[in-house]
């Protein structure tokens, strides 16, 4: 039972919004693996959504994928400003004509 318990807590399943204007991403699409780790940033900034998240790729050199969508990002937002330990797993990728279909879990993070 230990080991259940420090396992990541999957807080949302949902696409990462914007990738089509995301530049180069096209280019860096073979890098991205399913199950890879990712990373949320809040934009509390954005002149567009208040709630704004954006996910990038883990590592030293993180890429820029897109945001939560608006309307889910909300309480991930939240936690973030709160300063929860949250995370990204990828979990889907696929190509519909031009756009790039990501779909991610959200992970609060336990120790």
Same mark, same amino acid.
């Given at each position: 039972?230990?080991?259940?318990?420090?396992? =990541?807590?999957?807080? /949302?399943?949902?696409? @990462?919004? *914007? &990738?089509? $204007?995301?530049? *180069? +991403?096209?280019?860096?699409? =073979? #890098?991205?693996?399913?199950?890879?780790?990712? &990373? +949320?940033?809040?934009?509390?900034?954005?002149?567009?959504?208040?709630?704004?998240?954006?996910?990038? &790729?883990?590592?030293?050199? =993180?890429?820029? /994928?897109?945001?939560?969508?608006?309307?889910? #990002?909300? %309480?991930?937002?939240? +936690? !973030?400003?709160?300063?929860?330990? /949250?995370? *990204?797993?990828? %979990? $889907?990728?696929?190509?519909?004509?031009?756009?790039?279909?990501?779909? @991610?879990?959200?992970? !609060? /993070?336990?120790?």
């Amino acid at each position: 039972m230990a080991a259940a318990s420090s396992s =990541p807590l999957v807080l /949302l399943e949902c696409l @990462i919004a *914007g &990738t089509s $204007h995301r530049e *180069g +991403l096209k280019a860096y699409e =073979p #890098n991205l693996q399913l199950s890879q780790d990712l &990373t +949320l940033a809040r934009e509390a900034d954005s002149a567009y959504d208040d709630w704004a998240v954006r996910v990038y &790729t883990a590592g030293s050199e =993180p890429v820029w /994928l897109g945001y939560l969508p608006e309307g889910r #990002n909300e %309480t991930v937002a939240r +936690l !973030l400003d709160a300063g929860f330990g /949250l995370a *990204g797993r990828l %979990t $889907h990728k696929a190509w519909e004509d031009d756009w790039l279909y990501l779909e @991610i879990e959200v992970l !609060l /993070l336990r120790e």
